[in-house]
């Protein structure tokens, strides 16, 4: 049986595929304005014979019927789980939320945090002050170690506040490898602060689009202390967990 699993984010859509020899494809469109356009799309891409949807958009499926639905929670648990057995804790960072994933020894769900408030240590955060800075998205995850860092800090993480400090660093002629640095430091700060209210074990996977940025990985590894794992396709994890469901 082919088992297929959609994730409906704010910003992607993602779509992963198993075949009936266990085989994985991966597919990904932005969401836009009309996501359950998107959905059908990718699902006709690639069509199976049983599909599951998860993300913030996934009760558009359950009002079509046409899909079993689950929270992102369980999905991005089982499909990092999948990946590295060795599992046990999560740290996921999408476009809208941030979510922290204590799991069990057998890799269910013990307990989670979640920051779904607003855009503080989101992927939308940190795409709103790359462009603040002038960066393409990959570059400023690449640049936020500069040999000096100034000892700035960004104070504020509502996003439009921290928008106004960054442009005020800069117009003080601060260099914009410190304000990255800073940028990331905060992030960061935000994200630690989510896993000191859970259990949190070795070893730590970090899904979702923020993993590929390095000067994140780098900094979690530094702060926490712990083995952390980033899957090639780290945003596919919440859709590959919702098609083993």
């Not at 204590?102 to 790359?130: H, P, W, Y």
């Not at 935000?190 to 074990?201: F, G």
């Amino acid at each position: 049986m082919k088992r297929a699993g959609l994730d409906i984010g704010s910003r992607f859509i993602k779509y992963a595929v198993i075949d009936k020899d266990g085989a994985v494809s991966f597919y990904k469109k932005e969401t836009g304005h009309n996501p359950m356009s998107v959905c059908e799309e990718l699902f006709d891409s690639d069509r199976a014979d049983r599909l599951t949807a998860t993300g913030y958009g996934r009760h558009l499926m359950e009002i079509s019927g046409n899909a079993n639905t689950i929270t992102e929670i369980k999905a991005v648990a089982r499909g990092a789980r999948e990946v590295f057995p060795c599992c046990r804790t999560v740290i996921d960072i999408g476009g809208q939320d941030t979510k922290v994933i204590s799991l069990k020894q057998d890799g269910g769900v013990q307990s989670f945090e979640m920051n779904d408030r607003c855009a503080a240590g989101t992927g939308r955060f940190l795409e709103i002050m790359a462009k603040a800075l002038g960066y393409d998205i990959r570059e400023f995850g690449r640049d936020g170690y500069p040999s000096d860092n100034s000892n700035i800090s960004i104070n504020s993480m509502c996003t439009v506040f921290a928008e106004s400090e960054v442009i005020g660093l800069i117009n003080k002629g601060i260099k914009r490898e410190a304000i990255s640095y800073a940028l990331h430091s905060s992030v960061t700060q935000k994200v630690t602060a989510l896993t000191k209210r859970i259990d949190v074990k070795d070893d730590i996977v970090f899904a979702g689009g923020c993993a590929l940025n390095g000067t994140l990985v780098d900094m979690f590894k530094d702060t926490l202390q712990k083995n952390i794992h980033v899957h090639e396709t780290p945003d596919m994890l919440a859709a590959l967990g919702a098609a083993l469901y």
